[in-house]
């Protein structure tokens, strides 16, 4: 294992993955977390990777061809919503989209080849949105195409996925509710405060996947001591 153990992918077209200025999922959320690498001396511990784009098929794993079309189509002319009114079409959002689920996957790979043991994305995560459908700022869903690349590509046959997101993951979770394969836990703000106010700690799985997945709904200004 290499000393640097840690993969860190930066760079343009991630960055590029925003919806305008005036929205509250601005162009500066890469420069932050880099700003915040450079002061806590943390840049030179990691390895960096350059973005990647995602083919179509590696979309395809989760997301229906209808949505990936509209995504193309709504990119190309910059107009109008990809939900219900969160999430605006803005020129080249498609490239941007493809860029983040491509890196991730980059990642995905390099840490099941033993290259590194862990990675961090800075602008992916993006766990609102569902098969049929983008959601929540989200465009595709990164989290739940890793999933299935890992089970398709690496033969994973039992992932857990841990969501610390302040947002429950509610495009991951309801997509896998009755997958009994796919163990889930996830932390959030209690969803009677927050966007989208799902994930109740009844909420553990359905059918034969019952009990194979964990909500904990967090009190406002949770800290240490309410996660302990």
């Known amino acids: 294992m290499p000393k640097l153990s840690v993969a860190v992918v930066a760079g343009a077209q991630l960055a590029d993955y925003h919806f ?17 690498m450079d002061r806590m001396g943390l840049a030179t511990k990691v390895v960096w990777l350059d973005p990647v784009s995602c ?3 590696s979309l395809q794993t989760f997301h229906d061809d209808n949505l990936i079309n ?8 910059g107009i109008g919503f990809l939900d219900g009114g969160d999430t605006p079409a803005r020129k080249g959002i498609f490239e941007a989209a493809i860029t983040v689920v491509g890196s991730v996957l980059n990642v995905v790979d390099g840490i099941m080849g033993g290259q590194f043991q862990r990675g961090f994305v800075p602008i992916a995560g993006l766990h609102h949105a569902y098969r049929e459908r983008s959601s929540g700022f989200c465009v595709f869903n990164d989290c ?3 999933i299935e690349h890992l089970r398709q590509k690496h033969h994973v046959q ?10 429950h993951g509610d495009g991951v979770f309801y997509s896998y509710e009755t997958d009994s394969r796919l163990f889930i836990v996830d932390f959030h703000e209690d969803g009677r405060y927050l966007y989208p106010g799902s ?3 009844d909420e553990t799985g359905l059918g034969s996947a019952r009990g194979t997945k964990l909500n904990f709904p967090m009190p ?4 240490d001591k309410e996660f302990a």
């Open 199 to 201: 994930g109740d700690i």
């Open 55 to 57: 083919d179509i098929q």
């Open 20 to 36: 305008g200025e005036q929205h509250v999922f601005g162009p500066h959320r890469q420069q932050a977390f880099l700003d915040g």
């Open 70 to 77: 509209m995504v193309r189509q709504y990119s190309e002319s």
């Open 144 to 146: 739940a195409i890793a």
């Open 220 to 223: 406002l200004r949770a800290g």
């Open 158 to 167: 039992k992932i857990l996925y841990v969501d610390m997101d302040a947002h």
